[in-house]
């Protein structure tokens, strides 16, 4: 317990804690630090936060990290999920790169697609991304490199590289296309104003749609970015009190999830349906209307613990430590923060990531109710309420 209040006032604190794990290289690593150095190669799924992270050695399975800031200069040979303050990755990525900072540097290769959310994403003259290059970002330099389509919604263009087939985004301020840049494809974009585009850019057809949004996409942009910041390390926050205090009922809570995915899911939907449509009935009906406020706001928490418990029900897959009893907090704590990054990361994917944070959502949410009535249920059995 002593360890795990150093853990709480290091998240407060950005990322900054004392060691406190550290696991052979043999197996799946779960490592954290202050200062994090891993220089051996891992030969299986490696998982770390630190306040600063260097990893030299080649990982040869995916790799989970979080950290203020994080330098990659080792290969990855599966996928990469990070999220930084900065973050610079020199190595190659076999698989996907799903990326959350405040500045992003791609300086190796990507096999599959590079999804980023950022204040800033660069693609160095030498990468190459097998995929597409999905972002929301205030700043995208593309120097190297993209097998396929280019899309967004963007502060500002600059495009000196190679895109592969298409072109399709949204830019507040300005685009920049040099006369080194090259589009295979077809090249749409949406803007307040038109922008200069030389010949001989783009292979297929220039679409210029004009915008109506007058606001300052830059700073929304980094607005956007800062608030998943701050969310995340807020819900770290209730995560680790949750799991200095209730570990053995998150672990319940957890199997459970995992063993009834859709009974969690049917549970979460009727429970927000109770809170809110309930609650609009009750404050049509006057008298009603105390109840029905208390109804809004219990729906609110729950929309809040869902996340919560949708990291834990995924930090389960991750760590496999349902029906585990002799699991500590922080690797409890841990694997459900890894859980809640994947969370996190996966929602900045348009359409298909909102999908699943709204079904991972629910679950959580369901298995929230669940446990709360099952527990209600033993205070009952043994006369305590």
């Known amino acids: 317990m002593k360890n795990f209040s150093k853990i709480i006032f290091s998240f407060l604190s950005f990322f900054i804690f004392s060691s406190l794990l550290s696991l052979p290289v043999s197996a799946a690593v779960l490592s954290a630090g202050e200062n994090l150095l891993v220089n051996e190669n891992?030969?299986?799924?490696?998982?770390?936060?630190?306040?600063?992270?260097?990893?030299?050695?080649?990982?040869?399975?995916?790799?989970?990290?979080?950290?203020?800031?994080?330098?990659?200069?080792?290969?990855?040979?599966?996928?990469?999920?990070?999220a930084g303050g900065k973050v610079n990755v020199v190595g190659n990525v076999g698989g996907d790169v799903r990326v959350l900072g405040g500045q992003v540097s791609i300086f190796g290769n990507v096999g599959d697609d590079l999804v980023a959310l950022g204040g800033q994403i660069d693609v160095g003259k030498n990468?190459?991304?097998?995929?597409?290059?999905?972002?929301?970002?205030?700043l995208v330099t593309v120097d190297g490199e993209i097998k396929e389509d280019l899309r967004g919604v963007i502060g500002t263009l600059m495009l000196n590289g190679k895109i592969?087939?298409?072109?399709?985004?949204?830019?507040?301020?300005?685009?920049?296309?040099?006369?080194?840049?090259?589009?295979?494809?077809?090249?749409?974009?949406?803007?307040?104003?038109e922008s200069k585009i030389p010949n001989n850019i783009v292979a297929g057809k220039i679409k210029f749609n004009k915008s109506e949004n007058k606001e300052n996409f830059g700073e929304k942009t980094r607005d956007i970015v800062m608030d998943k910041i701050f969310s995340y390390i807020s819900a770290l926050v209730i995560l680790a009190l949750l799991?200095?205090?209730?570990?053995?009922?998150?672990?319940?809570?957890?199997?459970?999830?995992k063993q009834n995915i859709f009974k969690?899911?049917?549970?979460?939907?009727?429970?927000?349906?109770?809170?809110?449509?309930?609650?609009?009935?009750?404050?049509?009906?006057?008298?009603?209307?105390?109840?029905?406020?208390?109804?809004?706001?219990?729906?609110?928490?729950?929309?809040?613990?869902?996340?919560i418990f949708a990291a834990v029900w995924l930090g389960g897959y991750i760590g496999k430590f349902a029906e585990n009893k002799k699991i500590n907090e922080f690797t409890l704590f841990l694997w459900s923060a890894l859980g809640l990054?994947?969370?996190?990361?996966?929602?900045?994917?348009?359409?298909a990531g909102w999908l699943f944070d709204a079904g991972a959502g629910l679950i959580g949410i369901g298995t929230a109710v669940y446990m709360k009535a099952e527990y209600l249920k033993i205070l009952k059995s043994k006369k305590l309420i």
């Open 243 to 257: 799991c200095a205090f209730f570990k053995n009922y998150l672990v319940k809570a957890a199997e459970f999830a």
């Open 341 to 351: 990054l994947f969370y996190y990361i996966v929602g900045i994917i348009p359409f």
């Open 127 to 138: 990468s190459v991304v097998g995929g597409s290059l999905i972002s929301t970002a205030g």
């Open 42 to 82: 891992i030969l299986d799924d490696a998982y770390f936060v630190a306040g600063s992270a260097d990893i030299k050695g080649d990982i040869f399975g995916d790799l989970y990290i979080a950290g203020g800031n994080v330098v990659i200069t080792g290969n990855i040979q599966e996928d990469l999920v990070v």
């Open 264 to 307: 969690s899911m049917g549970i979460g939907v009727i429970a927000l349906i109770s809170c809110f449509i309930g609650g609009i009935i009750l404050v049509f009906t006057m008298v009603g209307i105390p109840l029905g406020m208390i109804a809004f706001v219990a729906g609110l928490i729950l929309l809040y613990f869902g996340k």
């Open 164 to 193: 592969d087939r298409d072109v399709d985004i949204v830019v507040q301020d300005n685009i920049a296309v040099s006369y080194t840049a090259k589009v295979a494809g077809n090249f749409s974009y949406s803007s307040l104003v």
